[in-house]
Nanobody, 124 residues
């Protein structure tokens, strides 16, 4: 069992940067691939980024690559999402998730554990 807690969301202006953190419980954190998803009100949950248990393999949504980066610190059981050049369309609840394996994946069905989410709001 693993529990995930996101933090770092808030209200920012377009063009600003923001870093989200996700802290996981458990002592086998490196065995989980991790992912970030986001969901705007009334919209589908959208893939953002994912990285393998070692952090050596990373996927990004094509539209976000170059603005968003993800990394992990396994010693701290933490994964990060660094967001830059934020746009109003980035407004959403952001979720981190832990996969069923250590491999990198962007498939939603591969994620077994989900955090509660953190709200990111980008104003014009």
């Amino acid at each position: 069992q693993v529990q995930l807690v996101e933090s770092g969301g808030g209200l920012v202006q377009a063009g600003d940067s923001l870093r989200l953190s996700c802290v996981a419980s458990g002592r086998t954190f490196s065995s989980y691939g991790m992912g970030w998803f986001r969901q705007a009100p009334g919209k589908e949950r959208e893939f953002v980024a994912a990285l393998s248990g070692s952090g050596g393999s990373i996927y990004y949504a094509d539209s976000l690559k170059g603005r968003f980066t993800t990394s992990r610190d396994n010693a701290k059981n933490t994964v990060y999402l660094q967001m830059s050049s934020l746009k109003p369309e980035d407004t959403a609840v952001y979720y981190c998730a832990a996969a069923r394996s250590s491999g990198v994946t962007y498939y939603r069905e591969q994620y077994a554990y989900w955090g509660q989410g953190t709200q990111v709001t980008v104003s014009s």
